[in-house]
């Protein structure tokens, strides 16, 4: 797994461990993550399936892409499609995406890249493999997270990040025993490269086999730990978990603690886990397919402008040969 790694960890700067007796944040569930198709026809886990999404707030959805080795002319992608009141977040291990809006936004994002894009008030876009790894075939391997937007925010005007992986702050546990890379938000007072509308932490950490992470966590975030690979444990009474668990962490500490298993299977040698954090919207929640509203009134309104070309049109150049420039309703 590339993403973004390092020679010695000896060299980041180190998370101090939380003083001893600090109150740890219990285990509140841990969860299956279902498989399914997505766009298509690329395979998926469903990272959030079965959650109360006030446990998760102000997290929505996310969907583990991968990890799947393609044969050539397998790679696939999404065709073009709409999205309001909300951020999605697409994080890429490896393989390579290439991702267009009907803003005239869009890059390719490779081995710890990351897209952030602001739906906001409305927007078009696609995502697919290249050309070059639909000929070629590959590993490919990411995650899209959606995260919802408060009310006074659902409109506002869509903006797109690209972040290369590159640009995430590397640190490494206080015993060196696990790389962390700060994706968005703040950890120990290092902050990640992502800006965001709803205060939230974005991290991915690699722990070696036997190693243990305890991270301070702040009171007022939510906490969530999803398995992209290996084995180990969560919670300071050492719960097992393994690839596509998701733990949801309970209130009431300020201290998150995991564990890599000192044994691990030869084609996932450590333990890599995405773990997320975030101040809770509590507002109602309005959702059908890829539109995030407080009401469904709101949510309504979105379809009907989607059909009336409101939230954009595809750009000429992505238009297909011979086709005529509009909506793509």
Request: net charge negative.
């Amino acid at each position: 797994m590339p993403a973004v790694t390092v020679a010695d960890l000896t060299d980041l700067a180190r998370i101090p461990e939380p003083p001893a007796g600090s109150p740890e944040r219990p285990i509140a569930s841990v969860t299956d993550a279902p498989s399914g198709l997505e766009g298509e026809g690329f395979p998926v886990r469903r990272a959030f399936a079965g959650v109360d999404l006030r446990l998760l707030d102000p997290f929505i959805h996310m969907d583990q892409m991968g990890e799947v080795e393609y044969a050539p002319g397998e790679p696939r992608g999404t065709a073009w499609h709409p999205h309001r009141g909300f951020e999605t977040v697409t994080y890429m291990i490896d393989g390579t995406f290439e991702h267009a809006d009907s803003n005239g936004g869009g890059g390719v994002i490779t081995n710890g890249d990351t897209q952030w894009m602001t739906a906001g008030g409305g927007i078009l876009h696609i995502e697919k493999p290249p050309e070059a790894l639909v000929t070629s075939g590959g590993l490919f391997h990411g995650l899209q997270l959606w995260v919802n937007l408060p009310r006074t925010l659902k409109f506002a005007p869509p903006r797109y990040q690209d972040l290369r992986g590159h640009e995430s702050t590397l640190l490494s546990s206080a015993d060196g025993g696990a790389l962390v890379r700060v994706i968005a938000g703040e950890i120990a007072g290092h902050t990640g490269p992502g800006s965001t509308h709803t205060p939230m932490i974005m991290l991915h950490a690699t722990l070696s086999p036997g190693a243990r992470l305890r991270l301070p966590w702040r009171r007022d975030f939510n906490a969530l730990a999803y398995v992209l690979n290996g084995n180990g444990t969560v919670g300071v009474e050492g719960r097992p978990v393994h690839t596509g668990q998701l733990t949801v962490f309970g209130p009431g500490g300020d201290t998150i603690t995991l564990g890599g298993a000192a044994h691990q299977e030869s084609r996932s040698p450590n333990l890599d886990v995405v773990l997320l954090g975030g101040a809770p919207i509590r507002e109602p929640v309005a959702w059908a397919g890829p539109f995030v509203m407080n009401t469904r009134a709101e949510v309504i309104q979105a379809f009907e402008d989607y059909q009336a070309g409101r939230l954009g049109t595809v750009p000429a150049e992505h238009m297909p040969h011979g086709s005529v420039g509009g909506s793509t309703a």
